[in-house]
């Protein structure tokens, strides 16, 4: 049962740190990456050193970090296209959910629930600036909001909008397989402001 919500009303969440930078301090070799055409594509890890993701899943959990997200933040049909795993989208995305709600729930208890969000960043091509075209994009995150969702994540957290187009095309794909499902799980958007106070795109 997903409670995530019910709790909300009584208690402040909290989420983990940032995946990325912490594979960077545990200085990864080449071969761990899995040769040098995926060198910083941290899905990759899944598949060459998912005790490494696991570490950096426990850490946060051990210190006493209520959400968890998945190793998924690049997992993107779009980016993982970049780096010639792009029919991997799916696999990906279900490899690093299940994961991290295996490690999720050997920390929950009754009293300390923990849960995984579903990683999805904003990829590299925006529609706002003729990237990608909106359909293509929304077409693009159905692979990628499936694999989570089978994999057994909690909610979805589309994270770093920097285009409001790419936002709504991460979101339509994600209330479309809910519609599909006849389910619902929470959905957190966040954005990046620049230092003038608006998006990317204005």
């Known amino acids: ?8 009303n009584e208690k402040i969440f909290i989420f983990d740190g940032a995946m990325g930078t912490f594979l960077q301090s545990l200085d990864l070799t080449i071969d761990d990456w899995g040769g040098p055409n995926f060198e910083n ?7 060459t050193r998912p005790d490494a ?17 998945t190793n998924s933040f690049g997992g993107g049909e779009v980016v993982l296209a970049e780096f010639g795993i792009a029919e991997k989208t799916y696999d990906v995305n279900f490899k690093a959910a299940e994961l991290a709600k ?7 208890t009754k009293d300390k629930p923990r849960f995984v ?9 925006l529609p706002t600036l003729g990237h990608i075209t909106y359909p293509a994009l929304k077409d693009a995150y159905r692979e990628q909001v499936r694999g989570l969702f089978d994999g057994g994540v909690d909610l979805m957290m589309v994270e770093t909008c920097q285009d409001l187009l790419q936002t709504k095309a991460a979101l339509a794909a ?17 954005v990046t402001i620049e230092v003038f106070g608006t998006m990317l795109n204005g």
Request: charged share 25%; aromatic share 10%; proline share 3%.
């Open 1 to 8: 049962m997903n409670n995530f919500l019910d709790l909300l």
């Open 41 to 47: 594509c941290s899905e990759n890890l899944l598949y």
């Open 53 to 69: 993701i696991e570490k950096v899943h426990t850490s946060f959990l051990e210190v006493g970090c209520d959400v968890i997200e």
């Open 102 to 108: 295996r490690i999720a729930n050997d920390f929950s």
């Open 117 to 125: 969000a579903g990683s999805i960043g904003p990829g590299t091509k």
């Open 174 to 190: 994600i209330f479309e397989l809910f519609e599909k499902e006849k389910v619902k799980l929470p959905v957190i958007a966040s």
